[in-house]
Antibody, heavy 118, light 107 residues
């Protein structure tokens, strides 16, 4: 069974940084692209970015709203995906989900909540 | 960037009703469209990918159709567990974008 478990969320001040992690199990992590999606409280879903697999040189794509501030990385040896978030803004407050980038986004974690507030 | 719209934004329906939700892309996306169901305080769940392919384990009362710019999600006979918010997603190039969602609630 595919399982994705996010961690690392919490309260951070505006301008601060936070690193989210996503632990994957139940599938061959290194074979798949991986994505991050977020959802602000009471709002819709926003795709944030993707990291491809080794065969595609681990290249990344980002939404304009986070490009230059957020960085996606992965460690295939640990079946782990990360999202480094810098220069955080109050509008970055959201539930953050990792998702497997297959057939659209076919499997999701349960999310981790990030709150940016002073 | 490709913009996605959905209609209606919300609807009220009864158990057993046939429900249709529409998603429209601002430019052609072939069949690179997925549908998701999200219940309150839960992660989204993939229902349909490639416009009409049913994700594993999804009941057959869900179906998807369309190509190009216009797509439809149909629930043939609404069940109590189907009351939720539904989102479409295009994956025809970057950035991916979601529709704003359609909330289906009890009439």
């Amino acid at each position: 069974e595919v399982q994705l478990v996010e961690s690392g969320g919490g309260l951070v001040q505006p301008g601060g940084s936070l690193r989210l992690s996503c632990a994957a199990s139940g599938f061959t992590f290194s074979d798949y692209y991986m994505d991050w999606v977020r959802q602000a409280p009471g709002k819709g879903l926003e795709w944030l970015g993707r990291i491809r697999k080794k065969a595609n040189s681990y290249t990344t794509e980002y939404a304009a709203s986070v490009k230059g501030r957020f960085t996606i990385s992965r460690d295939d040896s640990k079946n782990s995906l990360s999202l480094q978030m810098n220069s955080l803004k109050t509008e970055d407050t959201a539930m953050y989900y990792c998702a497997r980038g297959h057939w659209g986004l076919d499997s999701w974690g349960q999310g981790t909540l990030v709150t940016v507030s002073s | 960037d490709i913009q996605m719209t959905q209609s209606p934004s919300s609807l009220s329906a009864s158990v057993g009703d046939r429900v249709t939700i529409t998603c429209r892309a601002s430019q052609g996306i072939s069949r690179w469209l997925a549908w998701f169901q999200q219940k309150p305080e839960k992660a989204p769940k993939c229902l349909i990918y490639d416009a009409s392919s049913l994700h594993s384990g999804v009941p057959s009362r869900f179906s998807g159709s369309g190509s190009g710019t216009d797509f439809t999600l149909t629930i043939s006979s609404l069940q109590p567990e189907d009351f939720a918010t539904y989102y479409c997603l295009h994956y025809n190039g970057y950035p991916y974008t979601f529709g704003p969602g359609t909330k289906v609630d009890i009439k």
